[in-house]
């Protein structure tokens, strides 16, 4: 079982990657979602909407407490402010200047309803696209108790440094 998000996959003896809390085989899928949305080369970048999912459902163990808070700034911006991923990655640019430390946030009690593997399953294109919003909803809901904190925190934020 993946120690992140609690996908269990057979077991293929993969390494666990360097910088998160996954399980190797975990970590595959994530990867190989990486190619697809790498390779869309869309003006939204959707990349960037599936690397925020997974930060933030991979919490605790060897991940770094930034890695965690920029997920969920991310899911926040796109989910709650419309902004597209490439909108995001500039956030996230702005915040890292201005901010350098951050609290650990423990993993949420009960994991998300989906992973990268429900993604992964759904046919390229449309289906997929939409499938990652859904995930990353799904994310950004098993953090329930921590949403008042990441839109207050990244408001004051944006607001105080603009562009
Ligand atoms: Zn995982």
């Not at 003006?43 to 599936?50: C, G, K, S, V, W």
């Not at 991310?74 to 709650?80: K, P």
Request: neutral net charge; hydrophobic residues 40%.
């Amino acid at each position: 079982m993946c120690p992140g998000c609690w996908l269990v996959l057979p077991v293929r003896h993969l390494d666990p990657p360097d910088r998160f809390n996954a399980s190797g085989e975990c970590w595959q899928i994530f990867s190989d979602l990486s190619c697809y949305t790498v390779s869309k080369q869309d003006p939204e970048f959707i990349h960037q909407y599936a690397v925020d999912a997974y930060e933030a459902q991979h919490a605790g163990g060897k991940t770094r407490n930034i890695t965690v808070v920029f997920g969920l700034i991310g899911l926040y911006l796109a989910l709650e402010k419309g902004f597209t991923g490439r909108q995001v990655q500039l956030a996230h640019m702005r915040i890292a200047r201005v901010r350098k430390d951050w609290p650990r946030l423990e993993p949420p009690a009960r994991p998300a309803t989906l992973t990268v593997v429900d993604v992964q399953k759904a046919p390229d294109g449309p289906e997929k696209d939409a499938m990652i919003r859904r995930w990353m909803a799904a994310v950004w809901e098993s953090w329930a108790d921590r949403q008042v904190w990441v839109r207050e925190m990244t408001d004051a934020l944006i607001n105080r440094y603009p562009g």
